[in-house]
């Protein structure tokens, strides 16, 4: 994993079953005031590789001026499994650090005063735990828990639409969100307990209506249980909404971005006032972070993306009446790979050079009165009014997911802005206009372009915390757990339980184990069923039609595709957007969903007796999954059953993967659906030793 930056949201680019790798080169608060000599908070997004890495790497940027943490985890400790767990394999320190126990926390926080962090965790289903974790360190260091300043993430409602590092049922899960929003109201005071995360919801797809009506949507279910949990008393409840922030994506199209924001702020204020009956004013204020849009960065020509990242953001800051108290930006290469530390810096000079250099900062609101302005804004608050009204008919944020209706209208969009890109209505420069280029200096060397995480990582991640669990005494682990299963039958506040666990010396992957015994597994919703392909079949998607219908009856039967994603990355937009592709060709499609093992990916291929497989892996663990599926298939005798692989996989890699037998490796270059399911016709084809032309 990169040095100064690591994997935090699900963006994804153009390409088969494949995004941008959503990694943030750091983010600084943008003040609403002119006080350019005042303080403020300057943090990179950071972890990778192991605990005493990352606090390495806190300290030296503390040392250069940064003020705050932002902690990165990787997939398995995200998602409550500890590092030698089967479903961790070749996930462990790719994407964030890897946290099993209270040692680690130990490690990672060493040395380094809590007491003066403002730290943000980006965490969801185990959010509880690892604030537990954090606490109990700071308890350590002698410090004032009332007095730590920070931020959890823990947004489940997003993770069943876009992210997919969910753990439990949506029901326990609003439970534990619920549980920690009241804990920290009363415990950390200055703590905010959830980080309502809109981002995500762009990259799945969402327009700015959605985008605006599902955030607020996932915030009125969340305040709505705390309020009728019966744990905060009512008087206190305007502290719980001023605890409530936000974090939002800001796309290319600059001047929808910026009067989205402007909706997003009266409609909050709106909502807060009339729903709950907040009077005070500074507990109604819409408290948002960003992070630029990382689904419009591009492989093609990815110095253009230099100016894309500038261009968003601005529009969230050059409104002073809804600028963003913090900015994340990704860096220019990341449909790459990921980045190095200088290409993290560069992201980090242009938030600099806005807030030091420009006059930007320096006036009132420049859009107050523009007749232009307030026409978009009020349109844009119409439309979120109204789907806002269609979720609560329903029942509420939690009913839309578990309908899988959210998650079909996430889907249908996405179809349709991907349409759009490959006919050309919507322009993308040095994807699909303007392609002519100059060499250039920038990826002279490509496999230097990129930052690569060593794989002796997740060994020595499986080791230590095979160690912890032989060394730690048993008795104290055995009656914590013990604890935490009955609070979690009962509905108990379950902090308590889960901060004797810590200190206890339970691993990540027991506390989560023991509430996955008492809340049970859950499968989100995919979308594809109910998602409609984007506008009307055209002449290139006739014509592989044409060619997967006569393939078909070549071999005797319609083509059946295997779509599949191994291991614990649940960014999915890719792999559904192909599913659905591959369905309107005529493909009979089987998609079974997120995190899946090679061994349950190779017992779909055989009992669905599919045609081809396609693997998405955009966590960069494809080196270690791949193969095993391969491994999986020739032991199964499917040998002549190809694989396509897509995600973010430097051309090295790419190149070894087609060494060990695979078909096809797509990435975000290749942004046309229609064209790759028209080379997964043609990798059939070659498997069975058909003949080209295919009959029309």
Not at 40 to 56: F, I, L
Request: some cysteine; glycine content about 8%; aromatic content about 6%.
């Amino acid at each position: 994993m990169s040095l100064a930056v690591c994997h935090q949201e699900a963006p994804e680019a153009p390409g088969l079953l494949a995004g941008n790798t959503p990694l943030h080169s750091g983010g600084m608060p943008f003040p609403s005031s002119p006080e350019r000599d005042r303080p403020w908070v300057m943090r990179t997004y950071a972890g990778h590789s192991s605990p005493a890495e990352s606090n390495a790497l806190y300290r030296r940027n503390l040392a250069k001026g940064q003020t705050g943490l932002s902690v990165a985890f990787d997939l398995p400790t995200q998602t409550g499994y500890d590092p030698d767990d089967a479903l961790a394999a070749g996930e462990v320190g790719k994407v964030g650090v890897p946290v099993a126990h209270l040692g680690d926390v130990r490690a990672l926080f060493d040395g380094i005063p809590l007491d003066e962090m403002n730290t943000s965790m980006t965490i969801n289903a185990t959010a509880m735990w690892l604030l537990a974790l954090y606490q109990t360190v700071a308890e350590e260091h002698g410090h004032d828990v009332a007095q730590l300043t920070g931020t959890t993430q823990n947004d489940i409602i997003k993770e069943y639409l876009s992210r997919g590092t969910y753990a439990f049922p949506p029901g326990p899960s609003m439970r534990l969100i619920t549980d920690v929003v009241a804990y920290t109201v009363t415990a950390l005071p200055r703590w905010n307990p959830i980080n309502i995360c809109s981002y995500h919801l762009q990259e799945a797809g969402a327009t700015p209506v959605q985008e605006i009506a599902y955030a607020l949507s996932t915030a009125t279910a969340v305040l709505d249980s705390v309020r009728d949990c019966g744990q905060m008393p009512a008087e206190r409840f305007g502290e719980v909404v001023a605890r409530i922030s936000f974090f939002v994506n800001a796309g290319v199209r600059f001047v929808e971005e910026m009067c989205k924001m402007r909706a997003f702020t009266r409609l909050w204020d709106e909502l807060t006032r009339e729903r709950y009956g907040v009077e005070d004013p500074r507990h109604r204020r819409f408290r948002y972070g960003v992070q630029v849009n990382s689904l419009g960065l591009t492989e093609a020509q990815p110095e253009n993306n230099v100016q894309r990242i500038v261009l968003e953001m601005l529009a969230v800051t050059l409104s002073r009446d809804a600028r963003a108290r913090a900015v994340q930006l990704p860096a220019w290469n990341e449909a790459l790979g990921l980045p190095r530390p200088w290409d993290q810096q560069w992201s980090l000079r242009y938030q600099q050079v806005l807030a030091h250099e420009t006059d930007l900062l320096e006036y009132e609101d420049l859009f107050t009165g523009s007749v232009v302005v307030e026409q978009k804004v009020a349109a844009l608050v119409e439309g979120a009014r109204a789907e806002i009204a269609r979720v609560q008919e329903m029942g509420g944020a939690v009913a839309a997911v578990e309908s899988g209706y959210m998650k079909s209208r996430l889907v249908a969009s996405l179809a349709e802005r991907r349409r759009r890109v490959e006919s050309g209505e919507d322009v993308v420069v040095g994807v699909n206009r303007f392609q002519t280029t100059e060499p250039n200096p920038l990826l002279a060397d490509l496999d230097a372009a990129v930052e690569v995480v060593d794989p002796a990582v997740e060994a020595a991640a499986c080791e230590s915390v095979r160690t912890w669990r032989a060394e730690r005494d048993p008795e104290p682990v055995r009656r914590a757990l013990e604890r935490l299963r009955t609070a979690a039958g009962t509905d108990e506040n379950l902090m308590a339980a889960t901060l004797a666990c810590a200190r206890a010396g339970v691993t990540t992957g027991e506390w989560a184990g023991v509430l996955r015994e008492v809340f049970g597994e859950y499968r989100a919703p995919t979308g594809v069923a109910g998602a409609i392909g984007g506008g009307q079949a055209d002449e290139a998607l006739a014509d592989v039609r044409a060619r997967v219908r006569a393939t078909g009856e070549e071999l005797g039967g319609r083509l059946r595709f295997l779509v599949g994603k191994p291991g614990l990355d649940g960014h999915s937009n890719g792999a559904e957007q192909i599913a659905v592709r591959a369905r309107d060709a005529g493909f009979e499609v089987v998609y079974q969903g997120i995190r899946l093992t090679p061994a349950q990916i190779v017992a779909a291929a055989v009992e669905e007796d599919v045609q081809v497989v396609g693997l998405s892996v955009l966590s960069g663990s494809h080196l270690q999954v791949v193969p095993a599926v391969l491994r999986g298939l020739r032991e199964a005798g499917l040998d002549d059953v190809p694989v396509v692989v897509g995600g973010i996989v430097p051309e090295s890699d790419a190149r070894r993967l087609r060494e060990q037998g695979v078909a096809r490796v797509f990435t975000p270059k290749d942004f046309g659906l229609t064209d790759i399911v028209g080379q997964i016709v043609d990798v059939i084809r070659e498997a069975h030793g058909l003949d080209e032309p295919v009959p029309a």
